[in-house]
Nanobody, 111 residues
Framework: QERLVESGGGLVQAGGSLRLACAASGIAVSDNQVVWYRQAPGRPREMVAVITKSGQTMAAEYAKGRFTISRDVAKNTVYLEMSSLKPEDTAVYSC?????WGNGTLVTVSS
């Protein structure tokens, strides 16, 4: 059964860093594009970063230079390294692969 599980969220001060993980089971991250999204309270969901099947990466403009998406094929996991975090980065971060979604992990950045 296909499943995505996010982890790594938490409370961090502005300027801090976090590493989120999206662990996949039942489906290979190396065979598919994986996208990190986020949704802040009262706001629509927005794309954060993408890693393609070939390993190419793309990030939203607000994430460039601060967030890095990567994958570990052996662990079947995609990561989102976030640095220089800002209060406006506070959101639930979720990963998506094909039609599958995880439950998300909450990131709270305090000022």
């Amino acid at each position: 059964q296909e499943r995505l599980v996010e982890s790594g969220g938490g409370l961090v001060q502005a300027g801090g860093s976090l590493r989120l993980a999206c662990a996949a089971s039942g489906i290979a991250v190396s065979d598919n594009q994986v996208v990190w999204y986020r949704q802040a309270p009262g706001r629509p969901r927005e794309m954060v970063a993408v890693i393609t099947k070939s390993g190419q990466t793309m990030a939203a403009e607000y994430a460039k230079g601060r967030f890095t998406i990567s994958r570990d094929v052996a662990k079947n996991t995609v990561y989102l390294e976030m640095s220089s975090l800002k209060p406006e980065d506070t959101a639930v971060y979720s990963c998506n692969l094909l039609m599958f979604w995880g439950n998300g992990t909450l990131v709270t950045v305090s000022s």
